[in-house]
């Protein structure tokens, strides 16, 4: 069986690093911080650290950190993955980083003799936890086959995009929809709050018509409880919709919707509301309207 080493235990890290440990797999585990370390560790994973401390012990080292400089200086820093690297390591990515950022450390790596996949996910800390994300896949089909075991143990669907960089690409465009889901959700529960509806019966209303979505299915729920804790925070969508004008910017892509996203979600994390959930851009609508989704008397 293979031994997978895992850095970086954030919401969906810690979850993930949990669902490969249950499947069977000795696991080695890094993180700054150290009680998610702590909380694995007590589960029977092995503490270490460093990446290359990790590194060392595995066959197969996963990452799931903020940004792309971070995820590149554990791969390429002075004690990254690259020096411990050797003939037959493969190095997974599921963070969200820019796809020229993966194809740099899957070049920088794969002179190391070291097989890249970037595999970021979608689905959440529900996802997480309950192992059923949806994995988007670049890097080669052999070093995919390898790790497909654990991946099963992470996610319910596994996608290969294509080379490297492919997946990365993909989670893109999939920030793509879930910024425009959430702020469209904002808007039409604040529609229909101010216009005079209960939100609540206009969602039950056409949850089930051209307008579902998980979105739909999944956050009012959350917000007409008052729950806006993360989830994923509405910071990493702001980060992860930067990647998205970044790459475009690169190719001379206009995404004049994303654009417009990519303020909201800034604004959101100037009001200091970043580490609410992305669903709870939805204060931003409530600002600039005059009015609270629970309010009694809009």
């Known amino acids: 069986m293979l031994k997978i080493g895992y850095i970086g235990l954030g919401i969906m890290g810690k979850s993930i690093a949990a669902n490969i440990l249950k499947a069977g797999f000795p696991l080695v585990v890094h993180n700054r911080s150290r009680a998610a370390v702590a909380d694995l560790t007590a589960l029977g994973a092995w503490e270490a650290f460093s990446p290359a401390e990790v590194t060392r012990q595995v066959d197969v080292v996963f990452t799931n950190l903020p940004d792309s400089p971070d995820v590149e200086m554990v791969a390429l820093g002075d004690e990254g993955v690259i020096h411990s690297a050797r003939e037959g390591l493969i190095f997974v990515d599921n963070s969200t980083i820019k796809p020229a950022s993966a194809r740099k450390i899957a070049q920088a790596l794969g ?8 595999a970021p996910v979608s689905g959440g800390d529900i996802g997480a936890r309950d192992g059923t994300l949806a994995i988007m896949v670049g890097g080669s089909r052999e070093a995919l086959e390898k790790v497909m ?6 996610g319910k669907t596994v996608t290969h995009v294509g080379p490297s960089g492919a997946g ?3 989670k893109a465009a999939n920030q793509i929809m879930v910024a425009a889901q959430m702020v469209a959700l904002g808007e039409l529960l604040i529609f229909a709050r101010k216009s005079g509806a209960d939100p609540a019966r206009v969602v039950e209303a056409i949850r089930c018509g051209a307008a579902q979505c998980w979105t739909l299915d999944n956050k009012p ?3 007409f409880a008052g729950q806006r804790e993360p989830g994923f925070k509405a910071s990493m969508q702001a ?12 190719y001379g892509i206009p995404l004049p919707m994303t654009a417009v996203n990519s303020q909201l979600f800034t604004a959101m994390v100037e009001m200091g509301l970043g580490s609410q959930d992305n669903s709870a851009v939805i204060a931003v609508i ?12 809009p």
Do not use: H, W, Y
């Open 111 to 118: 002179e190391a003799g070291v097989q890249c996949l970037d």
């Open 149 to 154: 075991p654990v991946f099963s143990a992470m």
């Open 168 to 170: 990365q690409i993909a």
């Open 221 to 223: 729920v959350r917000l």
């Open 239 to 250: 980060k992860d919709i930067n990647i998205v004008l970044d790459t475009a910017r690169e």
């Open 286 to 297: 409530e600002a600039l309207a005059n009015c609270e989704l629970l309010e009694n008397n």
